[in-house]
């Protein structure tokens, strides 16, 4: 590859991984802002938290983390690109990429904890009560009902499980929307910090080069030099520009 393909490769990259960032930082809200309501909302997800109450404490804390971690370096690529191309820039996106790259691996890590932690959970005599409970739901309700002439409780009972099982498909549909944009722009994320850090130092050596060669100056006498020889290009004389 050309060091001017490597020059506009490490451009395009740099403003693209602008835009990652971006979403990497929005992505990284939503999941700290999930995570305090899983922790506080009181009526969040009450089912799975009584269910598998461990693995809702450990989900809530990983969430929590990985976002936080995920918010610094989305800095840290903004910190990067808004330095200008030199080996600093360079090492920092390199940092970048290594420790987005770590933290995906941290994330494989966990799914797969949680991936297996519930299909042992699918097999046990717990969710075999759940799924007789799901069997059963229509008929609960109409004792529900039943006892709400008595008591007004069990209404509001019904009614909870009623706004449950209308919210978990949306609530699905947008936690799989986020995982899928995060899973998209982590890896994007290194592949255009390892391109724009290839470009980085590259474009130092450039711009050096460019001002050692285009820099000049001018004496009180009005004669231009150029910087490394000092020999005069242009001098004015009488009343008129002559080129040397």
């Not at 960032?21 to 999930?34: E, K, P, Q």
């Not at 290594?98 to 297996?116: D, I, R, T």
């Not at 947008?174 to 290839?198: F, K, T, Y």
């Not at 150029?226 to 009343?239: A, E, M, R, T, V």
Request: a neutral charge; proline letters at 4%; aromatic letters at 6%.
């Amino acid at each position: 590859m050309s060091r001017g393909t490597m020059r506009t490769s490490a451009r395009v990259s740099s403003h693209l991984l602008i835009h990652v960032n971006l979403l990497l930082t929005l992505s990284s809200g939503a999941g700290l802002a999930t995570a305090a309501r899983l922790k506080w909302d009181p009526s969040t997800y009450v089912v799975v938290r009584e269910l598998v109450p461990t693995e809702y404490r450990v989900f809530a804390a990983v969430l929590c983390a990985a976002s936080f971690a995920l918010m610094l370096l989305a800095h840290l690529g903004g910190a990067a690109l808004l330095t200008r191309p030199s080996p600093a820039r360079r090492t920092m996106l390199y940092t970048f990429a290594a420790l987005m790259s770590v933290l995906v691996m941290c994330e494989l890590v966990f799914m797969s904890w949680a991936l297996g932690r519930l299909l042992a959970w699918l097999h046990s005599p717990d969710a075999a009560v759940v799924y007789e409970a799901l069997d059963l739901r229509d008929e609960i309700r109409t004792i529900m009902r039943f006892i709400n002439r008595l008591y007004p409780l069990p209404a509001e009972i019904n009614e909870l499980l009623e706004e449950v099982e209308q919210d978990l498909p949306r609530n699905l549909y947008v936690a799989g929307a986020g995982v899928v944009l995060v899973a998209l722009s982590q890896p994007l994320s290194i592949a255009l910090a390892c391109v724009a850090a290839r470009g980085a130092t590259d474009g130092a050596h450039g711009d050096a080069a460019g001002d050692r060669g285009l820099s000049r100056s001018t004496t009180d006498d009005g004669d231009i030099f150029h910087s490394d020889s000092k020999k005069p290009l242009i001098k004015y004389q009488n009343g008129r520009l002559v080129a040397l």
